[in-house]
Every structure is written in structure tokens, then in C-alpha cells.
């Protein structure tokens, strides 16, 4: 179940141990990331380019659900999650006392 998103650059990518690569986020956090064998071509594509990944923390690394790269591809997809949140969140008792 995918619960971490992160948006940064990707400095690393390997191929030793199952497709692997590493994301720093603005403030210098750095994380492992492991991709589906598939995504070979796009990481090599996204490579020293900004990233925005979405997975399952392992306690060890993020396994990859989603992986989107390049600046429009990113802001299309924010301002998608941003305009379909709210249908997603319950709504409080106090937006539902306001609506009566």
C-alpha cells in the first residue's frame, strides 16, 4: 500500500541487486528506492533529473508504485491530486453543520 511520497533529484540509479536508486530531497535527505525491472529506460531518462516517487516504506527502502520525472509531468499531477483531495477526505461535522 503505497503511503510515502517524495519529490526530489535522482542521483544514483544501479542494477546490481534488483533496479535500485537513490533520491535527495531539497533539504538532503537521501532515499533508496526499488523500481520494477520495467522502468529501466525511465530511470535512465530521469537520471540527474527532478523525480517524484510513490511506495511502501520497508523500513530499508521505498518500493516504487508510482515514479514520474520531468517538470511538467510532476505539476500535471499535482495539480491533479490537488483538485480531487477533497472528494477523497470525509467531510468534518463542522463543513457539514455549515452546509444545512
Not at 535527495?24 to 530521469?46: H, I, Q, S, V, Y
Amino acid at each position: 500500500m503505497p503511503g510515502t511520497t517524495i519529490i526530489g533529484v535522482l542521483e544514483q540509479v544501479s542494477a546490481r541487486e534488483g533496479l535500485s536508486g537513490i533520491v535527495r530531497e531539497p533539504d538532503g535527505t537521501r532515499w533508496t528506492c526499488r523500481f520494477a525491472p520495467d522502468e529501466m529506460l525511465r530511470l535512465r531518462d530521469a537520471w540527474t533529473h527532478t523525480v517524484r516517487i510513490v511506495g511502501a516504506w520497508t523500513g530499508e527502502a521505498i518500493e516504487v508504485c508510482e515514479f514520474l520525472f520531468g517538470d511538467e509531468e510532476i505539476a500535471q499531477r499535482a495539480d491533479y491530486d490537488r483538485l480531487h483531495h477533497d472528494s477523497w477526505r470525509p467531510k468534518t461535522l463542522e463543513e457539514l453543520a455549515r452546509e444545512k
